[in-house]
């Protein structure tokens, strides 16, 4: 499984980049990875997915559309 070395920090949108090495085995679903961001020293210790697992979206918007939503509604402005 691939982990990224650097990822976009949520808080001010610079670069966070990886503190933990890599495991010798590789890196496994339930692993934690620690960031650190540049920008604003936030630490971001993320746990490592499985992705073949499925997750449905606590916000109950599991498959939603967001391109589809934005045509229809321009359709429906313009009638």
């Known amino acids: 499984m691939q ?5 976009c920090c949520v808080d001010c949108g610079q670069s966070a980049h990886r ?9 496994e679903a339930g692993d934690i990875v620690a960031y650190r961001c540049r920008g ?12 073949a697992e499925h997750h449905p979206r606590w916000d109950g918007l599991d498959g939603f559309d ?5 045509q229809e509604r321009g359709s429906q402005q313009k009638d």
């Open 3 to 7: 982990v990224p070395d650097i990822i």
């Open 19 to 27: 503190m933990t090495e890599a495991p010798e085995a590789g890196w």
């Open 66 to 70: 967001f391109r589809q939503f934005l």
């Open 40 to 51: 604003c020293n936030d630490r971001w210790d993320i746990v490592i997915d499985d992705p």
